[in-house]
């Protein structure tokens, strides 16, 4: 799948309600954002090692799952990328 420059504010606003990897390549999809495994996963860590994303483990069913949650550094980041993307809109559309 190609790399869309929208997978980390998706990311960053889906996450602010903590979900496991693969539930949140489902909501990507569903947006209509499609990403693959290698570059969900590699993604999610580097968000995480920015200081973007918390995780912890969940066992249930016997299976664990990693969660992911935006962290207030990940809210400030996710309000920078709004702005952003406000000021290329008026830009286009003016």
Do not use: S
């Amino acid at each position: 799948m190609k790399n869309c420059w929208m997978h980390k504010p998706l990311i960053l606003h889906l996450l602010k309600t903590p979900m496991y990897g693969y539930k949140l390549k489902q909501a990507l999809e569903e947006l209509g954002y499609p990403i693959g495994d290698g570059t969900l996963y590699p993604l999610l860590h580097g968000m995480e090692r920015a200081g973007l994303l918390q995780t912890w483990l969940r066992t249930r069913n016997g299976r664990a799952r990693k969660y992911y949650e935006i962290t207030f550094e990940g809210i400030r980041v996710w309000d920078v990328a709004v702005d952003e993307i406000k000021t290329i809109l008026k830009k286009v559309t003016a």
